[in-house]
């Protein structure tokens, strides 16, 4: 089953959305219609679509000194370089794609904005007015627009299992003890 967005589509403007594609809204039909002539010519260009999830490497030139059938490799997809076997792939964008996920998990359940305190354990015992003087002084979004952007951008997260419900809840809650609002 797949989760609903809160908003039509924005192709069709018949069916309701359930995934985002860059920043546009599209119901499963859309999103297939927009996909399919994508992924198609990557499975002609390419044999397959599993070569997006690839990172090939192209061998510039034997490196003896570090072994037998050992090479300088370059990453044809973000330019990292190493010694390395002939045919080796990159590890840094594996690894890349893995600290983005986390770097996203975490700005999404702990947003710089949302840690109001800085540190201060004095934060918590300040009246409303100062805390919102607190937060404007120091640039953090809590009008309504910020904050109901990141509510979205957390439920996309839980939709596609990037965080789960309770986490998202759980940074819901600090925000709003943060604030204020003791039935947060």
Known sequence: MTAQLDEPCQRCGQRPAVRLIGTVAHCAECAEAFLAPIRAGVIAKHGSVDVIRRRPA????PRPD??????????????????GPYGDE?????????????????????????????????????SDVDKAVWNRTRGIATNSGAVNGWLERLARAVACGLVTEPEALGAIAQFGRRNGRRDG
């Open 58 to 61: 192209t061998a510039t030139g």
């Open 90 to 126: 990159c590890s840094w964008c594996e690894e890349r794609e893995e600290r983005q996920r986390r770097d996203e998990r975490e700005s999404l359940l702990r947003p710089a904005w949302l840690d109001t305190s800085d540190g201060d354990g004095r934060y918590d015992a300040l």
């Open 66 to 83: 570090h072994g037998a059938g050992m090479w300088d490799m370059r990453c044809e997809a973000c330019g990292a370089g190493w010694v």
